[in-house]
Protein backbone atom coordinates (compact mmCIF):
# COMPACT_ATOMS: atom_id res chain seq x y z
CA UNK A 1 0.00 0.00 0.00
CA UNK A 2 2.86 2.62 0.68
CA UNK A 3 4.60 2.13 -2.62
CA UNK A 4 1.44 2.33 -4.53
CA UNK A 5 0.70 5.68 -2.18
CA UNK A 6 4.09 7.56 -3.08
CA UNK A 7 3.32 6.13 -6.64
CA UNK A 8 0.76 8.12 -6.62
CA UNK A 9 1.82 11.08 -5.01
CA UNK A 10 5.07 10.79 -7.92
CA UNK A 11 2.24 10.90 -10.28
CA UNK A 12 -0.43 13.37 -9.35
CA UNK A 13 1.65 15.58 -7.48
CA UNK A 14 4.40 18.18 -10.22
CA UNK A 15 6.93 20.36 -8.34
CA UNK A 16 8.97 21.83 -10.68
CA UNK A 17 12.36 23.49 -9.81
CA UNK A 18 13.76 26.05 -12.51
CA UNK A 19 17.57 25.00 -13.39
CA UNK A 20 19.20 28.34 -14.72
CA UNK A 21 16.82 30.13 -17.42
CA UNK A 22 15.51 27.77 -19.78
CA UNK A 23 15.66 24.64 -17.41
CA UNK A 24 12.69 23.29 -15.46
CA UNK A 25 13.20 19.64 -13.83
CA UNK A 26 10.34 17.80 -12.05
CA UNK A 27 11.84 17.01 -8.31
CA UNK A 28 9.07 14.56 -8.09
CA UNK A 29 9.94 12.35 -11.61
CA UNK A 30 6.35 10.68 -12.68
CA UNK A 31 8.61 7.73 -14.30
CA UNK A 32 9.54 6.87 -10.89
CA UNK A 33 5.96 6.86 -9.32
CA UNK A 34 4.78 4.92 -12.60
CA UNK A 35 7.55 2.07 -11.90
CA UNK A 36 6.16 1.79 -8.06
CA UNK A 37 2.87 2.02 -9.50
CA UNK A 38 3.47 -0.74 -12.15
CA UNK A 39 5.43 -2.77 -9.56
CA UNK A 40 2.16 -2.64 -7.68
CA UNK A 41 -0.35 -3.08 -9.68
CA UNK A 42 1.19 -6.05 -11.56
CA UNK A 43 -0.01 -7.97 -8.53
CA UNK A 44 -3.16 -7.35 -8.08
CA UNK A 45 -4.13 -7.00 -11.62
CA UNK A 46 -6.24 -10.14 -11.23
CA UNK A 47 -8.36 -8.72 -8.75
CA UNK A 48 -10.27 -6.71 -11.40
CA UNK A 49 -10.56 -6.01 -14.65
CA UNK A 50 -9.76 -2.32 -14.03
CA UNK A 51 -6.16 -2.38 -12.05
CA UNK A 52 -5.49 -3.98 -15.02
CA UNK A 53 -6.31 -1.03 -17.22
CA UNK A 54 -4.12 1.04 -15.27
CA UNK A 55 -1.54 -1.14 -15.47
CA UNK A 56 -1.32 -1.10 -19.34
CA UNK A 57 -1.81 2.86 -18.84
CA UNK A 58 0.81 2.93 -16.23
CA UNK A 59 3.16 0.77 -18.48
CA UNK A 60 2.59 3.20 -21.18
CA UNK A 61 3.17 6.23 -19.10
CA UNK A 62 6.55 4.84 -17.99
CA UNK A 63 7.56 5.11 -20.86
CA UNK A 64 6.74 8.69 -21.81
CA UNK A 65 7.49 9.70 -18.55
CA UNK A 66 11.31 8.41 -19.38
CA UNK A 67 11.54 10.26 -22.18
CA UNK A 68 10.01 13.65 -20.91
CA UNK A 69 12.88 13.45 -18.19
CA UNK A 70 14.93 12.97 -20.35
CA UNK A 71 14.54 15.90 -22.33
CA UNK A 72 14.20 17.90 -18.78
CA UNK A 73 18.02 17.17 -18.02
CA UNK A 74 18.99 17.20 -21.85
CA UNK A 75 21.49 20.10 -20.71
CA UNK A 76 23.38 17.03 -18.61
CA UNK A 77 24.11 15.76 -21.90
CA UNK A 78 25.77 18.54 -23.31
CA UNK A 79 29.27 16.65 -23.31
CA UNK A 80 28.00 14.42 -25.76
CA UNK A 81 27.87 17.10 -28.71
CA UNK A 82 31.42 15.99 -29.47
CA UNK A 83 30.75 12.80 -29.68
CA UNK A 84 30.00 10.50 -32.78
CA UNK A 85 26.42 9.60 -30.87
CA UNK A 86 26.12 13.38 -30.93
CA UNK A 87 23.91 13.33 -34.44
CA UNK A 88 21.80 10.52 -33.44
CA UNK A 89 21.50 12.23 -29.33
CA UNK A 90 20.29 15.50 -31.61
CA UNK A 91 17.71 14.04 -33.60
CA UNK A 92 16.12 12.35 -30.70
CA UNK A 93 16.40 15.86 -28.63
CA UNK A 94 14.66 17.60 -31.69
CA UNK A 95 12.16 14.53 -31.56
CA UNK A 96 11.52 15.50 -28.04
CA UNK A 97 11.29 18.97 -27.94
CA UNK A 98 8.55 19.22 -31.29
CA UNK A 99 6.73 16.64 -29.22
CA UNK A 100 7.05 17.88 -25.60
CA UNK A 101 6.39 21.52 -26.49
CA UNK A 102 2.46 20.68 -27.81
CA UNK A 103 1.84 18.25 -26.30
CA UNK A 104 2.35 18.35 -22.16
CA UNK A 105 -1.32 19.22 -21.89
CA UNK A 106 -2.40 16.03 -23.27
CA UNK A 107 0.24 13.95 -21.78
CA UNK A 108 -1.33 15.06 -18.45
CA UNK A 109 -4.75 14.67 -19.81
CA UNK A 110 -3.23 10.57 -20.40
CA UNK A 111 -2.22 10.77 -16.63
CA UNK A 112 -6.45 12.14 -15.81
CA UNK A 113 -7.09 9.31 -17.69
CA UNK A 114 -4.86 7.15 -15.27
CA UNK A 115 -6.26 8.32 -12.18
CA UNK A 116 -9.62 7.78 -13.64
CA UNK A 117 -9.04 4.07 -14.19
CA UNK A 118 -7.44 3.81 -10.33
CA UNK A 119 -10.44 5.77 -9.11
CA UNK A 120 -12.53 2.70 -11.27
CA UNK A 121 -10.81 -0.14 -9.74
CA UNK A 122 -10.84 1.21 -6.36
CA UNK A 123 -14.76 1.46 -6.79
CA UNK A 124 -14.93 -1.68 -7.97
CA UNK A 125 -12.99 -2.88 -4.73
CA UNK A 126 -15.46 -0.88 -2.37
CA UNK A 127 -18.30 -2.69 -4.03
CA UNK A 128 -16.79 -5.98 -3.68
CA UNK A 129 -17.13 -5.62 -0.10
CA UNK A 130 -20.40 -3.86 0.18
CA UNK A 131 -18.96 -0.58 0.94
CA UNK A 132 -21.28 2.23 -0.67
CA UNK A 133 -19.27 5.15 1.15
CA UNK A 134 -15.61 4.80 -0.45
CA UNK A 135 -17.91 3.11 -3.71
CA UNK A 136 -19.88 6.66 -3.94
CA UNK A 137 -16.27 8.51 -3.14
CA UNK A 138 -14.01 6.68 -5.59
CA UNK A 139 -16.97 7.51 -8.64
CA UNK A 140 -16.79 11.31 -7.83
CA UNK A 141 -13.44 10.91 -8.62
CA UNK A 142 -13.64 8.91 -11.57
CA UNK A 143 -15.65 11.43 -12.72
CA UNK A 144 -13.57 14.43 -11.53
CA UNK A 145 -10.65 12.76 -13.75
CA UNK A 146 -12.57 12.13 -16.78
CA UNK A 147 -13.54 15.98 -16.45
CA UNK A 148 -10.11 16.73 -15.97
CA UNK A 149 -8.61 14.94 -18.93
CA UNK A 150 -11.30 16.28 -20.75
CA UNK A 151 -10.00 19.91 -19.50
CA UNK A 152 -6.14 19.34 -20.28
CA UNK A 153 -7.13 18.52 -23.78
CA UNK A 154 -9.10 21.60 -24.40
CA UNK A 155 -6.31 23.60 -22.21
CA UNK A 156 -3.82 22.53 -24.88
CA UNK A 157 -5.99 25.40 -27.40
CA UNK A 158 -7.28 28.15 -24.81
CA UNK A 159 -4.89 30.23 -23.28
CA UNK A 160 -5.84 30.59 -19.64
CA UNK A 161 -4.35 33.81 -17.20
CA UNK A 162 -3.29 30.94 -14.88
CA UNK A 163 -1.67 27.31 -14.72
CA UNK A 164 -4.43 24.65 -15.79
CA UNK A 165 -2.55 22.40 -13.11
CA UNK A 166 -3.61 24.68 -10.37
CA UNK A 167 -7.04 22.87 -11.42
CA UNK A 168 -5.70 19.47 -10.97
CA UNK A 169 -3.75 19.54 -7.78
CA UNK A 170 -6.28 20.33 -5.40
CA UNK A 171 -7.90 17.02 -6.72
CA UNK A 172 -4.61 15.30 -6.83
CA UNK A 173 -3.86 15.75 -2.90
CA UNK A 174 -7.77 14.56 -1.86
CA UNK A 175 -7.67 11.91 -4.33
CA UNK A 176 -3.93 10.62 -2.48
CA UNK A 177 -5.21 11.56 0.93
CA UNK A 178 -8.67 9.26 0.07
CA UNK A 179 -6.56 6.42 -0.96
CA UNK A 180 -4.48 6.05 2.21
CA UNK A 181 -7.32 6.49 3.92
CA UNK A 182 -9.38 3.95 2.14
CA UNK A 183 -6.57 1.25 2.35
CA UNK A 184 -7.38 0.50 5.88
CA UNK A 185 -10.70 -0.77 4.85
CA UNK A 186 -9.99 -1.84 0.92
CA UNK A 187 -7.28 -4.36 1.85
CA UNK A 188 -6.43 -4.94 -1.52
CA UNK A 189 -2.49 -3.77 -1.63
CA UNK A 190 -1.90 -5.62 1.81
CA UNK A 191 -1.39 -8.99 -0.18
Not at 52 to 57: D, G, H, T
Not at 60 to 79: D, E, P
Not at 173 to 187: E, M, Q
Request: contains cysteine; proline residues 2%; hydrophobic residues 60%.
Amino acid sequence: MGLVFIGLVFVLISYNMNIGSSVVVDILPDFIGYLMLCLSLEKVETSNRWFREARVFSTGMLVVSVLTFIFQIRFFFSSWTGSIDSEVFAVFIKLLEGGIVYVDSIVYAITMIFAAFFSLAMMSEADSISHKGWSVTYTVFFLLYVLLAVAFVVFQFVQLPFSSYLIALPVNIVFALVFYCSTRTLDVFDN
